[in-house]
């Protein structure tokens, strides 16, 4: 008979729980971080008559290959991420063991967020036991602890969310984590407390790191989409970036900081928007508005330290954040009208203001090497994503800002190189040029990405032809009367739909998973021997933090 669906996480946190009893003594629980929430939780569910009842965990998915030695490259590889989501702290001396031992969730989102700067199929196997393992603790488990939520964190911040446009993962793992900055009362100023303390310890710390992290991503994202966010700023967001700046038990607490402040200031930007869409304020205050924010602004540019102001994570974050102010009104989709339905019509003096720090962000990330975009947080593709839409716009006449001098702007602003640039590989030629859907399968995050700027660069240049065609005493022409391959997203118009079915995680490339053929016998268990799930990732992590074990066989089903 068929096992009820309802059922499936009861009964595979009941035998999870008999397996670890029978792999471990009973003092030696703490050795296994994973089974501290599920050798003590409770369940009403009954126990599986026979472990046979029982399927493998392992036959989801295939069986991953653990070793250390990857492990250890692609823990090499997160210390060049971090610094654009400096959520936790990662010593010099930090490495797969003692990370194994002491912070082993964290281990397994590091791991499986440092896979896409490898391969987009990395997935296959840290990916897949990284949503396993959340399942085990945050459904079957019920877990809700500051581990799991800065694990959590760590790979939604490197979700590659542009390349799997119709995916709903991210959007549900950061719903997870704002539950658990409320069960946590992260997000909530303890009663002895005092605003701002003057010292707070290593753990505190982390708990502040995690709130104010989860802020910015949840914050960020729905800037992206203009939704109202689901964790507002409040005046405990601040203090918490107040004692968390005069800490500074690392480095990086203060470039987090004003990254806080300025997603802030981007929220801000979004309710001037809604402000002018409804019409509830006139032309004069919201031009107040947008004074007051340039003041706030330069205020805070003066307040940040040289050495903290010069990072490329915080530079990227204040430009855009100043472009955000003034090209908002070409970013807001679809074209907002006033409440008496007239359409808005665009202050060419706004638009204006929005060239030179839109020009200064993209000077910035033409001037990184190619290989730092692998490194690219979430909301750094994002930000990156939205300059190009602004400049990609700017370029062209505006229906809804006739004044506005395309002309002038393309002779500043060379649109045309940017992509170019952009879109180059290491060897200085067009990276796009190697990549197809077949090979896709084996890019990673930067060289995927290079395939969307490179539909854009054709849609741009398509666009520029029909322009120069046009003769001078032609009105602009209508996007209206423009197909789809001058126009539109091409992440929603159908261009890039043969990429985003092998970039998906739904995607899995079987010879990425499936042992080799001389692991067959231990890939098939003998016929009669009990099968049992089990947690992969806490017995590996175990033997890494006990003895460095390089290669580890995760099939127990024959032992």
Not at 74 to 79: D, G, H, I, P, V
Request: hydrophobic share 40%.
């Amino acid at each position: 008979m068929e096992e009820d669906p309802n059922d499936i996480y009861d009964s595979l946190r009941e035998a999870h729980e008999q397996y670890i009893d029978d792999l471990l003594p009973k003092d030696s629980a703490d050795s296994c971080p994973y089974a501290g929430s599920l050798l003590h939780s409770t369940s009403s569910a009954a126990t599986p008559s026979s472990s046979n009842s029982t399927r493998p965990i392992s036959s989801f998915t295939g069986q991953p290959q653990f070793n250390i030695e990857s492990a250890t490259q692609l823990l090499e590889a997160f210390r060049k991420m971090q610094p654009y989501f400096p959520l936790i702290s990662l010593p010099e001396d930090a490495d797969v063991a003692s990370l194994a031992k002491d912070r082993p969730f964290e281990l397994l989102a590091i791991l499986a967020s440092a896979t896409g700067s490898k391969s987009l199929q990395g997935h296959s196997l840290y990916d897949e036991e990284f949503r396993k393992i959340l399942a085990l603790k945050f459904v079957a488990g019920g877990e809700r602890t500051l581990d799991l939520l800065l694990g959590l964190l760590i790979y939604c911040a490197w979700y590659p969310f542009h390349l799997r446009p119709r995916s709903k993962q991210l959007t549900q793992y950061l719903r997870m984590a704002t539950d658990i900055v409320h069960d946590l009362e992260l997000d909530q100023q303890p009663e002895e407390d005092q605003f701002v303390q003057p010292t707070i310890d290593e753990e505190r710390s982390r708990g502040l790191r995690a709130y104010l992290g989860c802020f910015y991503l949840v914050s960020g994202r729905a800037n992206m989409w203009s939704k109202q966010t689901s964790m507002p700023f409040t005046p405990w967001t601040a203090a918490c970036c107040e004692m968390l700046e005069n800490a500074a038990l690392l480095p990086s607490d203060r470039a987090f900081t004003w990254m806080i402040r300025f997603q802030h200031m981007n929220e801000g930007v979004m309710g001037l928007r809604k402000l002018e869409k409804d019409a509830s304020q006139d032309e004069y205050q919201i031009k107040l508005l947008v004074k007051g924010m340039e003041s706030q602004i330069r205020e805070w540019t003066g307040k940040i330290s040289r050495e903290v102001s010069s990072t490329v994570t915080l530079t990227l974050c204040r430009l855009f954040t100043e472009t955000f102010l003034y090209g908002a009104p070409l970013l807001k989709f679809p074209t907002p009208r006033s409440a008496s339905g007239v359409v808005e019509v665009i202050d060419v003096q706004r638009l204006v203001q929005a060239v030179s720090p839109l020009q200064q962000f993209l000077d910035r990330c033409v001037s990184l090497p190619l290989s730092e975009f692998g490194n690219f947080c979430s909301l750094d593709w994002g930000r990156l994503i939205c300059s190009i839409i602004l400049c990609f716009r700017l370029s062209f006449p505006l229906e809804k800002c006739p004044q506005w001098n395309a002309t002038a702007f393309r002779q500043r602003v060379n649109f045309e190189y940017y992509l170019s640039r952009l879109c180059q590989d290491d060897e200085g030629s067009a990276g796009h040029q190697s990549l197809t859907p077949t090979t896709a399968r084996t890019a990673d995050v930067r060289s995927a990405s290079q395939v969307i700027l490179e539909v854009v660069r054709r849609k741009f240049q398509k666009r520029m032809e029909l322009l120069m065609a046009a003769p001078p005493s032609a009105q602009p022409i209508s996007s209206a009367n423009l197909d789809r391959t001058m126009k539109g997203c091409p992440v929603l118009d159908g261009s890039l739909d043969q990429y985003f079915q092998v970039w998906d995680e739904t995607f899995v490339d079987p010879s990425m998973v499936m042992p080799a053929a001389s692991d067959e016998k231990s890939a098939n268990p003998p016929t009669g021997q009990p099968a049992v799930f089990h947690d992969l990732w806490a017995t590996m992590t175990m033997s890494w933090a006990d003895d460095g074990s390089d290669n580890m066989d995760m099939n127990f089903g024959s032992q």
